[in-house]
C-alpha cells in the first residue's frame, strides 16, 4: 500500500477544522504521513492552532477506515489517486494556494499537457454561444494541435466545449463535483465515457460525494488552476463562469470573453468583466492565439509529419506532403502539382477529410489540419 497516498487521503477526510488548515499542515510538515505521525504535537507545528484542532487532530480512527475504503474503491475502478508529490498530478495546480491534497483522476489524457484552456459559461448557452464554441474549437484545432481542454461536464458551455473538442480531435477533461461513482448529470453519461478515451474525468471528492452546491464552486477553482487560461463564452449577470473567471484572475492566470449583443442576457456577463477588464476581448482562436503568444506551427518537420499520418496510401501521401508544402490549395491546382486527375483526386480528398487529416473549405480549397 502507498502509505503516504492513504495518510493524505485520510487527512482530507479529518474533521474538527477546515480545508486550508489541513493543506497548511500537509505543507509545513511535507506530506499527509508527516502530519499523522505529529498528530500529538500540532501545537508545536501550529502554534496559532486551537484546543479544538489539536484534539480533533488526535484520532485519525474513522477518517482512516474512509481512506481504506476509498483506496479499494479506486483500485478495483482503475481509478488514479494523485497527490501533489506525483509528477502526474497537475503541476499548474500546485502554484495555487488552495490546491486539491488528493486528485482522482479515470482516463488518459497527460494533465500536464503544454497547453491547457477551460471553457467555461451559461447552463443555458444559446445558439450563438453555440457557434462560438464550434469555431473557436475547430479554429484553434489548426493552428495548435495538442491542446487539453477543461471544463465542468455541466449543461451550457460545458457540454458544447467537451463535444466539440472530441469532435475535433482534442483531448478534454471534466472537472466533477462529486465522485467518480456516479456522473451528473445523468444525460452526460455517453459524452463522459468517451472523454475516458479521449481526456478524462478528475475530482478532488472521494466515492459518494453527492454534487451538493458548496462543492461546484470548489470544483472552479480546479478548472481555473489546473489551465493556462480560462475562456468565458456566455454569462449571464450572475453566474458559476464569472466565479471561475474571478478565480482564475486570483491565480494570475490570463482571463478571456466573448462579448455579445447588449440585449442579451446570455452575455450580460462576458460584456461587464470585458467592461471591467476583468477578462480580455476575443472574438475568433486567432485573437486568442495571439495573446497567448503561442507559436503557430503550420508545417512540421518531414518526420515528425509522417508520423502523425502513418496510414496513408502512397497517392494520399502525394497529397499531404503537397499540402505540407503550401497549405489551402484549389481543387485544380492539387491536381496539377500532384499529377493526379481531379476525378480520381476527389475521392482521395474525401477519404483524407474521414480521416480527420484535411478541411475542406470555401472555394473549393482544402487546409491540411495540423
Given at each position: 500500500m ?13 474533521t ?14 511535507g ?58 498530478y ?142 468565458l ?65 503550420n ?68 487546409h491540411?489540419?495540423?
Amino acid at each position: 500500500m502507498n502509505t503516504e497516498l492513504f495518510y493524505t487521503m485520510a487527512l482530507t477526510r479529518m474533521t474538527g477544522f477546515n480545508y486550508a488548515t489541513a493543506l497548511q499542515l500537509y505543507r509545513e510538515l511535507g506530506g499527509g504521513q508527516a502530519v499523522y505521525e505529529h498528530r500529538h504535537d500540532i501545537g508545536d507545528v501550529l502554534p496559532e492552532a486551537t484546543p479544538r484542532l489539536r484534539e480533533a487532530m488526535r484520532n485519525w480512527d474513522e477518517a482512516m477506515k474512509r481512506a481504506e475504503s476509498e483506496l479499494a474503491f479506486t483500485e478495483a475502478k482503475g481509478i488514479r489517486a494523485l497527490t501533489m508529490q506525483d509528477e502526474d498530478y497537475p503541476q499548474r495546480l500546485l502554484e495555487c494556494p488552495d490546491a486539491p491534497l488528493v486528485l482522482y483522476y479515470k482516463g488518459n489524457a497527460d494533465l500536464n499537457q503544454l497547453r491547457v484552456i477551460a471553457i467555461v459559461g451559461t447552463r443555458h448557452c444559446t445558439t450563438y454561444g453555440q457557434d462560438l464554441i464550434h469555431h473557436f474549437i475547430s479554429d484553434l484545432r489548426q493552428c495548435c494541435s495538442q491542446v487539453l481542454v477543461v471544463s465542468g461536464l455541466a449543461y451550457g458551455i460545458d457540454i458544447c466545449a467537451h463535444r466539440q473538442a472530441l469532435a475535433s480531435g482534442y483531448e478534454t477533461v471534466g472537472v466533477l463535483a462529486h465522485g467518480l461513482d456516479q456522473i451528473y448529470p445523468y444525460a452526460h453519461r455517453d459524452t463522459a465515457v468517451e472523454m475516458l478515451q479521449q481526456g478524462g474525468l478528475l475530482t478532488e471528492f472521494m466515492s459518494q460525494t453527492n454534487a451538493d452546491k458548496p462543492n461546484f464552486v470548489r470544483r472552479n477553482r480546479i478548472v481555473a488552476g489546473m489551465s493556462d487560461a480560462t475562456i468565458l463564452v456566455e454569462s449571464a449577470a450572475k453566474g458559476g463562469g464569472l466565479i471561475t473567471c474571478d478565480i482564475a484572475r486570483s491565480y494570475n492566470r490570463d482571463v478571456f470573453a466573448f462579448p455579445g449583443a447588449v440585449n442579451m442576457k446570455a452575455s450580460e456577463g462576458c460584456n461587464k468583466i470585458i467592461r471591467d477588464s476583468v477578462a480580455a476581448l476575443i472574438t475568433s482562436a486567432e485573437d486568442f492565439v495571439q495573446a497567448m503568444r503561442w507559436p503557430v506551427a503550420n508545417e512540421m518537420p518531414a518526420a515528425v509529419e509522417r508520423q502523425l499520418f502513418p496510414n496513408l496510401t502512397a497517392e494520399e501521401q502525394r497529397v499531404v506532403t503537397l499540402l505540407q508544402q503550401v497549405n489551402d490549395l484549389q481543387l485544380n491546382v492539387i491536381s496539377v502539382k500532384s499529377n493526379i486527375p481531379i476525378g480520381q483526386l476527389a475521392a482521395l480528398l474525401f477519404q483524407l477529410e474521414m480521416k480527420g487529416i484535411v478541411k475542406p473549405m470555401a472555394g473549393g480549397v482544402y487546409h491540411l489540419l495540423g
